[in-house]
């Protein structure tokens, strides 16, 4: 089957796309939406770095104390965080945090525990953040919520969130607009719930944001009782692909699969020996299996995927998660660097996806994988290998540093009933890129993006919100550009003042 490639180029008058673009870089910020006990969770940060020096780091809530500490390439850096970090309801919130790598670069995953439930995410540097997003969510249980926060790097700027029709009329019915506007100021957050699934929901914004999307406790699988939080940070439409492996996961084999691909644009074909459909803007395709399946598929137009952990009772083995899989169009190469924290759950995991042509080469901290350290599952065209881990920091590379992979870790616990699972690392290359390189190349991100607090006006934009209109055979053709123009008459003028 041959992999659909983006064939869009960059006009030669227009400033160059940052090609180099990965989950690696220097500024962060982020927003954790509502754990299941919105008033008992609490939120962390591990922070790693393949930097062969030390790193400082700085890590400052919106409304609180600045944290510091050091970390370097044998070393997890984790910092605990106050009740200042979490959102609460609907609504304008000051939940954010922001992490700043002062002398090197650095990767962030945000993890959100209770006693019984847990979940994390990859985090996204400020020069690798979007304004066009599409959500990612599961169907929440009675009195929780699907939901997803959206935290402005800049200003003034100016948030739309368009939703499925169901939603839409949900919100209708509560004597709320149908789609939501929003203004927020430099490291200000909008939280989203709704008691229903707010997967397919568009999200775009006239300047970059974080988006960070999840649900406070939902139930997957068949005949199972026992629910978990899940959360994972969105990657920005224009760095979507369209060509897919997957697989059960190997530390749950008799659990199943679980995928959920989510459409950006109408008429969007997924096509493979296991799936056939076609799906439209505001819809997804759910793949459930029973078995330990492996599959490659590939869509007309870009799409988002994420794959659940199910439910303890599936296979009396942890409980739900949620993780973005990777499309191969933005596998990393060289190396992955990430952390494992040891306070979370029992049994911890990864899982790697390679070219099966190049399956042989995958090291985990130095060491080649064979069949008697790993296991391993094939498709027509990929290799996913499979292995138990220990706390700590990891390095997953291969010999020859120009074959990409993917990573994705993960965890649960059978006596608490708990289940975690992001991935270590990814390329966020925009559409229309033409370089290829083997390493992130992340320039210090200088915006203050706690210097300007939020506007107590702001608090009433629930009920005086106004409707966006997408154009579904291309979502945001047309506004799309006109943000993208303005981003960058931003960068300008931030360059030459």
Same mark, same amino acid.
């Given at each position: 089957?041959?992999?659909?490639?983006?064939?869009?180029?960059?006009?030669?008058?227009?400033?160059?796309?940052?090609?180099?673009?990965?989950?690696?870089?220097?500024?962060?910020?982020?927003?954790?939406?509502?754990?299941?006990?919105?008033?008992? #969770?609490?939120? !962390?940060? *591990?922070?790693?770095?393949?930097?062969?020096?030390?790193?400082?780091?700085?890590?400052?809530?919106?409304?609180?104390?600045?944290?510091?500490?050091?970390?370097?390439?044998?070393?997890?850096?984790?910092?605990?965080?106050?009740?200042?970090?979490?959102?609460?309801?609907?609504?304008?919130?000051?939940?954010?945090?922001?992490?700043?790598?002062?002398?090197?670069?650095?990767?962030?995953?945000?993890?959100?525990?209770?006693?019984?439930?847990?979940?994390?995410?990859?985090?996204?540097?400020?020069?690798?953040?979007?304004?066009?997003?599409?959500?990612?969510?599961?169907?929440?249980?009675?009195?929780?919520?699907?939901?997803?926060?959206?935290?402005?790097?800049? %200003?003034?700027? @100016?948030?739309?969130? #368009?939703?499925?029709?169901?939603?839409?009329?949900?919100?209708?019915?509560?004597?709320?607009?149908?789609?939501? @506007?929003?203004?927020?100021?430099? *490291?200000?957050?909008?939280?989203?719930?709704?008691?229903?699934?707010?997967?397919?929901?568009?999200?775009?914004?006239?300047?970059?944001?974080?988006?960070?999307?999840?649900?406070?406790?939902?139930?997957?699988?068949?005949?199972?009782?026992?629910?978990?939080?899940?959360?994972?940070?969105?990657?920005?439409?224009?760095?979507?692909?369209?060509?897919?492996?997957?697989?059960?996961?190997?530390?749950?084999?008799?659990?199943?699969?679980?995928?959920?691909?989510?459409?950006?644009?109408?008429?969007?074909?997924?096509?493979?020996?296991?799936?056939?459909?076609?799906?439209?803007?505001?819809?997804?395709?759910?793949?459930?299996?029973?078995?330990?399946?492996?599959?490659?598929?590939?869509?007309?137009?870009?799409?988002?995927?994420?794959?659940?952990?199910?439910?303890?009772?599936?296979?009396?083995?942890?409980?739900?998660?949620?993780?973005?899989?990777?499309?191969?169009?933005?596998?990393?190469?060289?190396?992955?660097?990430?952390?494992?924290?040891?306070?979370?759950? %029992?049994?911890?995991?990864?899982?790697?996806?390679?070219?099966?042509?190049?399956?042989?080469?995958?090291?985990?901290?130095?060491?080649?994988?064979?069949? $008697?350290? !790993?296991?391993?599952?094939?498709?027509?065209?990929?290799?996913? $290998?499979?292995?138990?881990?220990?706390?700590?920091?990891?390095?997953?590379?291969?010999?020859?540093?120009?074959?990409?992979?993917?990573?994705?870790?993960?965890?649960?616990?059978?006596?608490?009933?708990?289940?975690?699972?992001?991935?270590?690392?990814?390329?966020?290359?925009?559409? *229309?890129?033409?370089?290829?390189?083997?390493?992130?190349?992340?320039?210090?991100?200088?915006?203050?993006?706690? %210097?300007?607090? !939020?506007?107590?006006?702001?608090?009433?934009?629930?009920?005086?919100?106004?409707?966006?209109?997408?154009?579904?055979?291309?979502?945001?053709?047309?506004?799309?550009?006109?943000?993208?123009?303005?981003? $960058?008459?931003?960068?300008?003028?931030?360059?030459?003042?």
């Amino acid at each position: 089957m041959a992999v659909t490639t983006d064939t869009s180029t960059l006009d030669s008058s227009t400033v160059a796309v940052d090609c180099s673009q990965s989950n690696i870089g220097r500024s962060f910020i982020v927003a954790f939406p509502s754990n299941k006990d919105k008033s008992r #969770e609490r939120n !962390a940060l *591990g922070i790693s770095t393949s930097s062969q020096h030390d790193v400082n780091v700085e890590v400052s809530e919106f409304t609180g104390d600045t944290l510091t500490g050091i970390v370097s390439s044998n070393t997890t850096l984790s910092l605990p965080l106050s009740e200042i970090s979490r959102c609460t309801g609907s609504g304008l919130q000051d939940c954010s945090v922001k992490i700043s790598a002062l002398d090197g670069e650095i990767s962030v995953i945000g993890y959100s525990y209770l006693s019984g439930s847990v979940d994390n995410f990859l985090a996204f540097p400020v020069d690798s953040l979007g304004n066009d997003y599409v959500i990612a969510s599961y169907t929440p249980r009675p009195k929780y919520f699907s939901e997803f926060t959206v935290t402005a790097v800049a %200003s003034a700027t @100016n948030v739309n969130v #368009e939703f499925p029709e169901l939603i839409r009329e949900d919100r209708i019915t509560k004597g709320l607009t149908a789609d939501l @506007n929003f203004i927020l100021n430099a *490291g200000q957050t909008y939280q989203v719930q709704s008691p229903l699934d707010l997967s397919a929901s568009r999200v775009v914004s006239s300047a970059p944001v974080s988006v960070i999307s999840g649900v406070t406790c939902a139930k997957v699988g068949v005949k199972v009782t026992t629910c978990d939080y899940m959360v994972e940070q969105m990657p920005p439409v224009n760095t979507l692909g369209r060509s897919f492996s997957v697989s059960a996961y190997h530390g749950r084999p008799d659990s199943g699969l679980d995928i959920r691909i989510i459409a950006t644009r109408d008429g969007t074909r997924i096509t493979s020996d296991s799936v056939s459909a076609t799906i439209h803007a505001f819809e997804y395709y759910d793949f459930t299996s029973g078995t330990h399946d492996a599959f490659e598929f590939e869509t007309s137009e870009p799409v988002l995927v994420v794959q659940y952990q199910r439910s303890y009772k599936s296979d009396n083995q942890g409980d739900p998660s949620m993780s973005i899989i990777s499309p191969k169009e933005q596998f990393p190469v060289g190396s992955i660097t990430f952390p494992v924290a040891s306070s979370f759950v %029992s049994s911890n995991y990864i899982d790697i996806t390679v070219d099966t042509m190049h399956e042989s080469g995958i090291q985990v901290d130095g060491v080649l994988l064979d069949s $008697w350290t !790993a296991s391993r599952v094939t498709t027509a065209l990929s290799t996913i $290998w499979g292995k138990k881990i220990t706390e700590g920091v990891h390095t997953v590379s291969h010999d020859d540093p120009d074959i990409p992979f993917s990573v994705t870790t993960y965890g649960y616990d059978t006596i608490t009933k708990k289940a975690y699972g992001t991935l270590a690392g990814t390329f966020l290359r925009q559409s *229309g890129c033409r370089q290829t390189t083997t390493s992130a190349q992340v320039t210090a991100d200088t915006t203050d993006i706690f %210097s300007t607090t !939020a506007t107590t006006e702001l608090t009433t934009f629930e009920t005086q919100t106004s409707i966006v209109t997408l154009d579904g055979s291309s979502p945001g053709a047309s506004t799309t550009a006109d943000i993208n123009l303005y981003v $960058w008459m931003m960068v300008l003028l931030a360059i030459f003042n």
